[in-house]
């Protein structure tokens, strides 16, 4: 294994010498995380009696950030694969894998006793489960380790740091990562230029969040203005229903080969109350006027399943040939820091025919940490905009 001159720094301080708490933080691709890919086998083969977990935002990517790289490493008879039970076989120890979106996940801990614990992007977590898994670290040799992204400062998980004297934080920046070529470094610096996201993933910085949320296009939004729809290979469709002062959005967001560029095709958006029957009849419609781009897949807000699954009838009683699924709905923040990385790598486009979408970019702002969603700004278009490309994010990602 090779390590860079940073990696080693914490290696051996955090390995010979654990505190209860071992947190690396800092900038993405800094290599925070590929030192815990040798850190927690090392921790499970020396571990003591007791249990073992692993936590992340979600089981999904737990597997994609921690487990998946492991096994390439290390082989499938030594990492296995996260069961119906919520089990993972790891180094011979069968461990707890766990997702820490919500708070009721804290239950599946009660009752636990942890020698050791793992936690990927804790910033992300909700609180609730890393009060319980304090709780759960009961053992006097009782070790964790984890991973983030920094937030901003008022952020709970960095409250906690700044209170304990038990815990080892090592910050990496994007410099710390000596395996990065310049080329990449520099173009990934590009594309977060004048965002606070600057801060926090080159960085490595608690920041707050302010402003416009996507500032190169809100100062020229005509230059993500397109007409072009040539080479498009595949679309999906995001639908967003409305409520109480929001409005009912459908977006329709094309491919092209290799996924070079992301182009907003079509939208609808509607303020006005419409019936279960009217909202069938009118995506089936948007469906059918763009069935020349290979729509496929129908991603629906999973907050309103008895409307899903009418549309989901209603389609097929159209004979359309798209399957109907819940949105992914990822947290925002992971969303906005997508759709940052594809204005800023001019990959992403709108159809000069959807002036709701452009507007829901250009007027997107940070209520202190959040996005605005007060009614003064159309976030309806924006959720549709990302229910339609969530499934293939880390596939672009991957691509570009």
């Known amino acids: 294994m090779k390590f860079t001159k940073k990696q080693e720094e914490v290696w051996l301080r955090t390995v010979w010498e654990p505190k209860r708490w071992n947190i690396s933080v800092g900038a993405v691709r800094s ?93 992300t977590w909700n609180r609730a489960v890393f009060d319980m898994v304090k709780s759960r670290l009961d053992r006097r040799e009782s070790v964790f380790d984890g991973s983030c992204n920094p937030d901003c400062p008022t952020h709970w998980f960095k409250t906690f740091l700044d209170n304990t004297d038990q815990a ?31 801060d926090r993933y080159i960085l490595g910085q608690w920041k ?43 977006s329709l967001v094309g491919y092209t080969k290799g996924y070079k560029r992301i182009v907003t095709l079509d939208e609808y958006y509607t303020k006005a109350p419409i019936t279960p029957a009217e909202l069938e009849r009118d995506l089936a419609e948007f469906i059918r006027r763009n069935e020349r781009y290979g729509v496929h897949d129908v991603y629906c807000d999973s907050a309103e399943q008895l409307l899903i699954r009418g549309i989901r009838n209603a389609l097929a009683r159209e004979r359309l040939a798209v399957e109907v699924h819940n949105a992914r709905k990822l947290p925002i ?68």
């Open 31 to 123: 290599g925070k995380t590929h030192l815990d890919y040798y850190r927690i086998p090392y921790r499970i083969l020396h571990a003591g009696e007791g249990g073992i977990a692993l936590i992340g935002n979600t089981t999904g990517t737990l597997e994609r950030n921690i487990l998946a790289p492991m096994r390439r490493i290390f082989g499938e008879r030594r990492v296995g694969r996260i069961g119906g039970s919520g089990k993972v076989r790891l180094f011979g120890r069968t461990c707890l894998a766990l997702g820490a979106y919500t708070a009721n996940a804290a239950d599946k801990l009660r009752g636990m006793s942890l020698v050791y614990c793992y936690g990927d992007e804790i910033t």
């Open 168 to 198: 080892d934080v090592a910050e990496f920046t994007i410099e710390d990562n000596t395996y990065l070529s310049r080329g990449f470094i520099d173009t990934l610096k590009a594309e977060y230029a004048g965002t606070v996201l600057y």
């Open 208 to 250: 707050a969040a302010e402003g416009a949320v996507y500032p190169l296009l809100a100062n020229a939004p005509h230059e993500f203005v397109t007409d072009d729809t040539e080479g498009i290979m595949c679309a999906d469709v995001g639908v967003d229903f409305g409520g109480t002062g929001s409005a009912t959005a459908f």
């Open 333 to 400: 923040s992971e969303r906005i820091r997508f759709y940052t990385g594809m204005i800023g790598q001019r990959r992403f486009f709108i159809h000069r025919n959807c002036p709701h979408t452009l507007e829901a970019f250009a007027s997107a702002v940070y209520d202190g940490e959040c996005r605005l969603d007060d009614g003064t700004v159309n976030v309806d278009s924006l959720d549709a905009q990302e229910y339609a490309t969530e499934a293939r994010m880390r596939e672009i990602i991957d691509r570009g």
